[in-house]
């Protein structure tokens, strides 16, 4: 009676095998494809002679050599015995694999972790402070939803199933759901990150992020009518408070004169220098770094706004000191506007970017599109035609309407 015979095989020979026979078909399919031969590099490992003649079989090392792509010789060492054996080989059959993929010298399986450690590092670290504050918090939320592991497997799809839950989920700041412009904002940030990524060869490919569409609502700014009730209100501010030589409400009423008479953005305003104004000649120069613009800027200050300036008598390097948390920089302007008895149209009240809005408007019509790029400190001339566009939108018309002449009818 017959009896089976038993075949003892080694599962690493069996392996680089398949992937021998797999490159001898990429290989072949290659050749007929193009008509030239594709010379593949390979990986293999040996110990040296020497070694084991010195040494033993046993005792020396086993090491694994490959070509990179470009022909370069390499080497690596994995010690003496059977355990050293199997690690050279499985390293063998990685380096191949890299090799007939393409992902050879790339970072292709490195963790999301690893590969955001160094962007912070190399890349966010190096930007303003408030814009790394934004990146982080988009980054985590993406962490957060998507769980990304190795960087490789972020694709489209990730994308796509990222932007759905996270649409989905509650506003912390206003009733209903997060709005599209604060998805778009993490979306910005995590494609500029994703690029970083697919430039330092963690990704393949580029995945697609498409952004979600923002309805186009009018944007709101502060009326002339309602900046004077404002400004009167600021005699009930009460911060901030502590700062030598200071009073709240010419602290506020100093502040909104700057930005409704310059289009500053509150951070600029707030890092203005006392070293950085000529009382005399009324010059003001802006840092830039201290701007969005990141230009150094020098005008010549409306009087109103001067004026404003020289009642701040205090002896703090800035000249517009705030010594209390960031929040409540903001709380303290609503409290204002309360006191005043306005509020927007369209919003619960107002914020510091309606102001600059409102410089926008009222001066489009005064300015040369150049004079109110400089002004406002627009990169790109295209964002200085969005706001020009806007007053025109915003600014009334009906004075300029064609009006009929119809009879006066008495009433009977």
């Not at 909104?256 to 104004?277: C, N, P, S």
């Not at 003001?284 to 020098?298: I, Q």
């Not at 409102?358 to 019509?365: I, P």
């Amino acid at each position: 009676m017959d009896t089976a015979e038993t075949v003892s095989v080694d599962q690493d020979a069996l392996e680089s095998m398949m992937v021998r026979m797999t490159a001898d078909v990429m290989q072949r399919l290659n050749q007929s494809s193009t008509g030239a031969p594709l010379e593949m590099s390979k990986a293999w490992v040996y110990q040296r002679p020497e070694q084991v003649k010195r040494l033993g079989e046993n005792c020396a090392p086993y090491y694994v050599g490959w070509f990179d792509p470009d022909r370069r010789r390499h080497g690596k060492s994995f010690g003496p015995g059977p355990g050293s054996k199997r690690e050279a080989y499985r390293f063998r059959r990685q380096v191949e694999a890299e090799l007939l993929t393409g992902t050879y010298g790339t970072n292709y399986n490195r963790q999301w972790s690893q590969f955001r450690a160094e962007y912070e590092k190399h890349v966010v670290k190096l930007l303003k402070v408030k814009t790394q504050q934004g990146i982080r918090a988009a980054l985590d939320t993406f962490e957060r939803i998507a769980k990304p592991g190795r960087v490789s497997n972020i694709k489209t799809m990730t994308i796509d199933l990222f932007i759905a839950a996270r649409h989905e989920e509650k506003s912390q700041q206003s009733p209903g759901r997060i709005s599209p412009a604060t998805v778009n904002k993490e979306l910005r940030d995590l494609k500029a990150a994703l690029k970083k990524a697919w430039k330092w060869k963690y990704l393949l490919e580029m995945p697609d992020v498409n952004m979600l569409k923002e309805p186009k609502k009018l944007p709101c700014y502060v009326l002339p009518e309602h900046f004077e009730k404002i400004y009167a209100a600021c005699e009930s501010a009460r911060l901030p408070r502590g700062v030598t030589g200071y009073n709240a409400p010419d602290w506020w009423r100093a502040l909104l004169l700057l930005i409704m008479l310059t289009g500053w953005r509150i951070g600029q305003a707030l890092a203005l220098r006392r070293d950085d104004v000529n009382f005399e000649t009324g010059e003001v120069f802006s840092h830039a770094e201290d701007n969005k613009g990141g230009r150094d800027m020098k005008l010549v200050l409306h009087p109103l706004a001067l004026d404003g300036l020289r009642r701040l008598r205090g002896f703090t390097a800035l000249i517009f000191p705030w010594p209390h948390h960031e929040r409540r920089l903001w709380h303290e302007f609503l409290c204002i506007q309360t006191a005043a008895g306005v509020r927007p149209d369209r919003k619960d009240h107002y914020g510091f970017h309606d102001l600059r809005r409102a410089f926008a408007t009222m001066n489009a019509d005064r300015l040369t599109p150049d004079a109110l790029q400089r002004l406002m400190q627009h990169k790109d001339y295209q964002t200085t035609q969005g706001y020009i566009a806007m007053a025109r939108q915003l600014r009334p018309a009906a004075d300029n309407l064609y009006v009929p002449t119809i009879p006066h009818i008495g009433v009977s």
